[in-house]
């Protein structure tokens, strides 16, 4: 009986122990960049999408004073909102791919 409460109170733990790790991850700002700092991104320790920073010289590099803050805004937007539907898109179907896997019995920690 001992050995069962101990057993209990370890899964507890690493429970808890996979809960803060999600959330350490969520937390995280993990910058990424291209085109010499032209094109910036931020995604979180989880791997998903945060922001997106656009210079004037990754839209038009022949004349980057002739792209306006509008148009940099406006490509920013739309980059994340794409972005963002792709993420919450390809997590749906990883959970259905889950569910069809465990038989519906949801696994802490697998998504």
């Known amino acids: 009986m001992m050995n069962m409460m101990n057993m209990m109170k370890q899964a507890q733990n690493i429970q808890k122990k996979l809960m803060e790790a999600q959330e350490e991850l969520s937390n995280m700002q993990i910058p990424g960049e291209a085109g010499n700092g032209s094109v910036k991104v931020v995604c979180d320790g989880k791997g998903l999408f945060k922001s997106i920073k656009l210079s004037a010289e990754a839209i038009n590099p022949e004349n980057p004073a002739s792209v306006s803050e ?17 993420t919450e898109d390809s997590k749906k179907v990883l959970e259905e791919k889950m569910k069809s896997v465990t038989g519906g019995v949801s696994l802490p920690g697998l998504m």
Do not use: F
């Not at 509008?70 to 792709?86: F, G, Q, R, V």
């Open 70 to 86: 509008d148009t940099i805004e406006m490509l920013e937007d739309l980059i994340s909102a794409a972005l963002n539907k792709a």
